[in-house]
Nanobody
Framework: QVQLVESGGGLVQAGGSLRLSCAAS????????MAWFRQAPGKEREFVAT????????AYGDSVKGRFTISRDNAKNTGYLQMNTLKPEDTAVYYC?????????????????????WGQGTQVTVSS
């Protein structure tokens, strides 16, 4: 079992930055895929970014490319989402998720149903 705990959310003005953390416990994530998803009120869950723990290869949703960066720290068993140039439309609850497999293509890593473990979510609110 893997437990995921997100932190770092909050209120920020448009154009600002936040860094979210996702601390994993229970297992090391060496063979896992970690991802961030978000869900705004009244909207479907949206894929944000993913990272393969072993190779650090990354991929991003179109709406965040060039603004968000996903990374991980092996020693801390923690993933991060650096969010820059935030926009009001980035307002959502952000969730980290982990899959006990390599999800190599966008057909897979963007599908939340393929992830085995989820955090409780952290609220990000961007004011205009």
């Amino acid at each position: 079992q893997v437990q995921l705990v997100e932190s770092g959310g909050g209120l920020v003005q448009a154009g600002g930055s936040l860094r979210l953390s996702c601390a994993a416990s229970g297992r090391t994530l060496s063979s896992y895929t970690m991802a961030w998803f978000r869900q705004a009120p009244g909207k479907e869950r949206e894929f944000v970014a993913t990272i393969r723990w072993s190779s650090s290869s990354t991929a991003y949703g179109d709406s965040v490319k060039g603004r968000f960066t996903i990374s991980r720290d092996n020693a801390k068993n923690t993933g991060y989402l650096q969010m820059n140039t935030l926009k009001p439309e980035d307002t959502a609850v952000y969730y980290c998720a982990a899959a006990d497999r390599a999800l190599l293509s966008s057909a897979y890593y963007s599908r939340g149903t393929l992830y085995d473990y989820w955090g409780q979510g952290t609220q990000v609110t961007v004011s205009s």
